[in-house]
T-cell receptor
Framework: QQPVQSPQAVILREGEDAVINCSSSKALYSVHWYRQKHGEAPVFLMILLKGGEQKGHEKISASFNEKKQQSSLYLTASQLSYSGTYFCGTDLTQGGSEKLVFGKGTKLTVNP | DGGITQSPKYLFRKEGQNVTLSCEQNLNHDAMYWYRQDPGQGLRLIYYSQIVNDFQKGDIAEGYSVSREKKESFPLTVTSAQKNPTAFYLC??????????????FGDGTRLSIL
């Protein structure tokens, strides 16, 4: 039931764009996105709900495609501070559940 | 400032020894979680608690135990039954259950190694 994130890693130059996908084999009801810098705590970015609108956080936005059972995170005009590992956490239970299942993460490196 | 405090930052365990990782939060959150993180594996749920004196097993509970005697505290014990305890352990909390769609707030983690 673990969601699959792609790509596993991506390297960008400052100012470039990236897309990170989070795919599930089961229907998604909500998707949480977090960013973790090496050796630090994951930091919450946003939550996407089934039937909800596309969310945004600074120059980072995300979408929820119910039909494809997938959420995508869009990073535009990337900054050095965007470097880190991005995790999606999924809730697969209609009506919600008490826990999230996290993907293995996508490592993003932004170079000057 | 409100937040989650995990201690110690680094911990070493000897063979056959139980060790306890501390997690304290002053966010007045009801729900608390323990995750294990191994390189390239993401976050895997060990135990979670929605209310004082109640907790549930996550996906990898074997070899671990928890207690929730106070709302602000959720300590994790890594027992000698956990044969591969070396990992980064993260504690998190949220206002309520996931179906209230509240974000999880994480502590800075404890890195556990075997001597």
């Amino acid at each position: 039931q673990q969601p699959v994130q792609s790509p596993q890693a991506v390297i960008l130059r400052e100012g470039e764009d990236a897309v990170i996908n989070c795919s599930s084999s089961k229907a998604l009801y909500s998707v949480h996105w977090y960013r973790q810098k090496h050796g630090e705590a994951p930091v919450f970015l946003m939550i996407l709900l089934k039937g909800g609108e596309q969310k945004g956080h600074e120059k980072i936005s995300a979408s929820f495609n119910e039909k494809k059972q997938q959420s995508s995170l869009y990073l535009t005009a990337s900054q050095l501070s965007y470097s880190g590992t991005y995790f999606c956490g999924t809730d697969l239970t209609q009506g919600g559940s008490e826990k999230l299942v996290f993907g293995k993460g996508t490592k993003l490196t932004v170079n000057p | 400032d409100g937040g989650i405090t995990q201690s110690p930052k680094y911990l070493f365990r000897k063979e056959g020894q139980n060790v306890t990782l501390s997690c304290e939060q002053n966010l007045n959150h009801d729900a608390m979680y323990w995750y294990r993180q191994d390189p390239g594996q993401g976050l895997r749920l060990i135990y979670y608690s929605q209310i004082v004196n109640d907790f549930q097993k996550g996906d990898i509970a074997e070899g671990y135990s928890v207690s929730r005697e106070k709302k602000e505290s959720f300590p994790l014990t890594v027992t000698s039954a956990q044969k591969n305890p070396t990992a980064f352990y993260l504690c998190a909390s949220s206002v309520g259950q996931v179906y209230s769609n509240q974000p999880q707030h994480f502590g800075d983690g404890t890195r556990l190694s075997i001597l």
